[in-house]
């Protein structure tokens, strides 16, 4: 029950972050719309930065756990410090859900008139 609930809070706070980066870069949007930028390019930057920033916490989330576990492992009997098919479904689903909470924004910047986002400010 704590698992899910720390994984909808890491996805509403990816969500959230995400949202706001796209409504800080929403002329640039407009801009690269107007000048016939694809779509799929802009919903792939989007996605990209997301991502990247979703791949950058997964890793140290693994460095950290691994060292954390080492440091359990002497406190605990009969716990593996190297448990890695949990590591593994760990990260796949956390980046799971990263991607889900960053293709809602990259969504939505898809759908900007370019003509309102310029005019903005």
């Known amino acids: 029950m704590f698992a899910f609930l720390a994984l909808l809070l890491a996805a509403v706070g990816l969500f959230s972050v995400l949202s706001y980066l796209v409504t800080q870069r929403t002329r ?15 919903r792939g930057m989007i996605l990209g930065d997301g991502l990247k920033l979703a791949g950058a916490g997964c890793l140290l989330g693994l460095v950290l756990a691994l060292a954390a576990s080492q440091l359990l492992s002497r406190l605990l009997l009969n716990i593996s410090p190297w448990d890695v098919p949990t590591l593994i479904v760990v990260t796949v689903l956390l980046l799971s859900v ?24």
């Open 28 to 42: 640039e949007i407009g801009i690269r719309l107007a000048l016939g930028s694809p779509i799929a390019s802009v």
């Open 98 to 121: 990263a991607f889900l909470a960053t293709a809602i924004p990259a969504w939505r910047a898809t759908r900007v008139n370019p003509m309102i986002a310029l005019r903005q400010d």
